[in-house]
């Protein structure tokens, strides 16, 4: 991996660390998470969009559910009127394990909580804020980045850093033969993924470009961080 950008205010920082990322090449955080291994920083917690709560366990396992903060889309609730959208094919594939509308917001919101309470006990915290394998210097980004900071304590603020990255030249054929491969065997070889951070900030300097009314609002901080995010590496 070839490490780029801002590196020094991220090595040093010693609180929580939300890292806001593109995600059109689908495996991001395994870059981010080498990355982080390197430094010191071995716990990271992805927020991942899962269609049910029982594939949290059978795609990733007990490994996978420690690294993982799930969260779950609405367009799959069993209540909603429209159902005929882009994800039809997974609501009839998950039709015997699918929730509620108030049900999948519940668990998204307890979700954003624990990511929050991670970040304001020095941890790290992973989010792709379209919510979809997207480009997001394109695509509308959800609020759920904004709910996270909106939740976060008053007294954690200057202590949480927002850092912008995006991956390039990765793949999954890259990433078996430099992860599950380790680089051994006659098909496998070790493999360089750039990753470019933007400026990483503090979380007051996300709300200082706020109206105070506004401070408590997820979808004025999200916007917030969507225009810094497109600043720093657009």
């Known amino acids: 991996m070839v490490p780029g950008g801002k590196l020094d205010r991220i090595e040093d920082h010693q609180g929580g660390l939300l890292f806001v990322g593109n995600h059109d090449r689908q495996f991001e955080f395994v870059a981010l998470m080498s990355y982080l291994a390197r430094i010191g920083r071995t716990t990271m917690k992805n927020i991942i969009k899962f269609y049910v709560e029982g594939q949290v366990d059978w795609a990733l396992g007990q490994v996978g559910r420690d690294i993982t903060l799930p969260v779950y889309p609405r367009l799959l609730a069993t209540d909603r009127r429209n159902k005929l959208n882009a994800e039809l094919g997974s609501r009839l594939l998950f039709r015997r394990q699918l929730i509620t509308t108030a049900e999948s917001e519940q668990r998204t919101s307890a979700t954003l909580t624990r990511a929050a309470d991670e970040l304001a006990a020095s941890g790290v915290v992973n989010i792709f804020p379209s919510g979809s394998i997207v480009n997001n ?98």
Do not use: K
């Open 137 to 234: 210097m394109h695509h509308p980004w959800r609020s759920g980045v904004g709910r996270i900071v909106c939740e976060l304590p008053e007294s954690e603020q200057e202590n949480v850093l927002v850092v912008p990255y995006h991956a390039d030249d990765i793949n999954r054929a890259r990433l078996v033969a430099a992860v599950a491969l380790r680089g051994q065997g006659p098909l496998a070889r070790q493999q360089s993924i750039g990753l470019q951070f933007g400026e990483p900030v503090p979380m007051s300097t996300i709300f200082a470009g706020l109206p105070e009314g506004l401070h408590s609002d997820p979808t004025a901080v999200t916007e917030v961080i969507r225009e810094r995010y497109i600043g720093s590496l657009g």
